[in-house]
């Protein structure tokens, strides 16, 4: 079963949104721009992390995956067909499906605030 979202606090402005499966303790985290809270928050909770969706490649959103495929080196990294972000494991376009335990969510693509997301 899915968990509501957990906003991990990010920055001082900021959230990380992460999805809990706690049937699996697996965790879907998005835009993760600082890797220290999400590692904290998820040791904490014995959740593993397997999938980081990458909205777009601005370091606010992308400066913790580094760490975070270190720390948790099977976790998949999902962005934009058209990311400029070497860290992607799949890449999607607009109506693209990535499974997360029971959900499917669905891309959709968005050129409003960044200039390739």
Same mark, same amino acid.
């Given at each position: 079963?899915?968990? =509501?979202?957990?906003?991990? =606090?990010?920055?001082n ?14 965790a879907?985290?998005?835009? =993760?721009?600082?890797?220290? =809270? ?6 904490? *909770? %014995? ?37 400029p972000?070497? *860290?992607?494991?799949q890449?999607?376009? %607009? ?23």
């Amino acid at each position: 079963m899915i968990k =509501p979202i957990i906003a991990i =606090p990010a920055f001082n402005d900021n959230y990380i949104w992460t999805f809990i499966d706690e049937k699996n303790k697996h965790a879907f985290i998005i835009d =993760p721009g600082d890797a220290d =809270p999400v590692i904290a928050t998820l040791e904490k *909770l %014995e959740i593993d992390l397997i999938s980081i969706l990458l909205t777009h490649h601005h370091q606010d959103h992308s400066g913790g995956i580094k760490s975070l495929v270190q720390r948790w080196n099977t976790a998949s990294v999902i962005g934009s067909k058209k990311s400029p972000c070497n *860290l992607l494991t799949q890449r999607v376009q %607009e109506g693209d499906k990535v499974k997360f335990g029971s959900s499917i969510p669905f891309a959709i693509e968005n050129a409003k605030h960044g200039a390739i997301n």
